[in-house]
């Protein structure tokens, strides 16, 4: 078994609260067991030019509360060539690291398959307000993220009281609808419009003008992101227009991406950290640690890549080959559960709030 004397840590794609809460899981787990820590600065960028650092215990004091990451985060095209990954292969070489820890979400999951194949053990571990790695239940910086947003909503309703208004609010989540269906619920909205279920908006109008018939003064409707950049104002628009309740179209963007992480990102970014350099130090490689059920565990990249496209109906030719029964069997389960999952809180979402 491969021995570990220095290993890495690097946060890739878009930042989520709680990554540095895991960097310094990381960095801590591997001190106490005598491992060093190398950071490695904006992600496979920073590998590919060599921007790394040590890391030492007091590096990673005072991050625990803090948003955004302290090892900062990039989108790196040229990790993705042969090129690219030669560079980064030689930086590991360089640095003696001897495997990665690497914060991110699919795309920087993929990234670390490659550098699991050319001999650089990696772990992954599940950052992004999305939530779209469906073989874990919570991905770090979910939880915040939506807390953010309903803060924010919060603060759009009082003055949509005051003023009788609706407001129409675009939140993130790439293609997925989970950040939007939650604080739909959360935030009493109207409506939830998401990618996952098709929206009937002549019948919101109608549902909003009996509403407002009968006194009601605000309307919240959260649309995804994943609906377009043009669904969210042409909505608000038409609400506008044809059912004579002003209103106004309110992009949170990446608003809901900054700020301090909430406990439970924390104490989940915490444990997978600890947990992830476990896994690497046990000889395991190309894993992204996840939650299910409350438990934290691993699964191997490939199998969370998949899981994502079976949930999404995006299978491709020979995706499914290489897998037992029984992993074939548990992703569709996961991803059936989730799909009911959605189903219900969007059923719920309709029912409850008017
Ligand atoms: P996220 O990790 O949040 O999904 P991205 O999709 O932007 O964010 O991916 C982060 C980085 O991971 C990319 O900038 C790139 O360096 C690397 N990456 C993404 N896709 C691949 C791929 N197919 N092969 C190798 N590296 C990849
Ligand atoms: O994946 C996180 C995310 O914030 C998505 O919700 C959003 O679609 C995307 O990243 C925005 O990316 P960028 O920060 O590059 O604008």
Redesign the pocket.
């Known amino acids: 078994m491969k021995t570990f004397r220095r290993i890495g840590v690097l946060t ?3 930042d989520a609260p709680g990554m540095n809460a895991a960097i310094r899981a990381v960095t801590r787990a591997a001190l106490s067991k005598g491992i060093e820590v190398m950071a490695i600065y904006r ?2 960028q920073g590998l590919i030019d060599g921007d790394v650092a040590p890391l030492s215990l007091r590096d990673v004091s005072n991050t625990i509360n803090k948003g955004g990451t302290m090892l900062y985060s ?4 040229e ?2 060539t042969e090129e690219g990954m030669k560079k980064a292969i030689a930086t590991c070489e360089k640095y003696h690291i001897d495997g990665i820890v690497a914060l ?5 999951f ?2 670390a398959t ?1 550098l699991s194949m050319r001999g650089i053990p990696c772990v992954g571990i599940p950052c ?1 307000i999305d939530n779209d790695i469906t073989a874990t239940d919570n991905a770090i910086g979910y939880d915040t993220a939506m807390n953010t947003v309903i803060d924010n909503v919060d603060k759009l309703r009082d003055t949509g009281e005051s003023h009788a208004r609706c407001n129409v609010v675009e939140v993130m989540g790439r293609d997925a609808g989970d950040i939007a269906l939650s604080t739909a619920i959360a935030s009493g909205a109207t409506a939830a419009v998401i990618p996952e279920f098709p929206f009937d908006q002549d019948a919101l109008l109608n549902k909003m003008q009996l509403s407002r018939a009968l006194g009601k003064r605000n309307f919240i409707v959260i649309v995804s992101e994943g609906m377009g950049a043009d669904y969210g104002p042409a909505l608000a628009e038409r609400i506008d227009k044809e059912t004579g309740i002003e209103t106004r179209f309110i992009r949170l963007a990446h608003i809901v991406r900054g700020g301090n992480p909430n406990l439970r990102d924390r104490v989940m970014a915490t444990e997978m950290g600890a947990f992830a350099v476990d896994c690497l130090l046990e000889g395991h490689s190309n894993i992204v640690i996840c939650e299910r059920h409350g438990r934290i565990k691993a699964k191997d990249i490939r199998f969370a890549l998949i899981l994502d496209r079976i949930y999404k109906n995006r299978l491709k030719e020979g995706d499914l080959e290489g897998f037992s029964q029984e992993e074939l069997e548990e992703m569709h389960d996961v991803a059936a559960g989730k799909r009911a999952r959605m189903q219900k809180l969007y059923e719920i979402e309709n029912r409850v709030n008017i």
């Open positions: 890739s794609g878009g992600g496979y990039a989108r790196c095209p990790f993705k991110g979400g699919d795309g920087t993929r990234g490659d992004t």
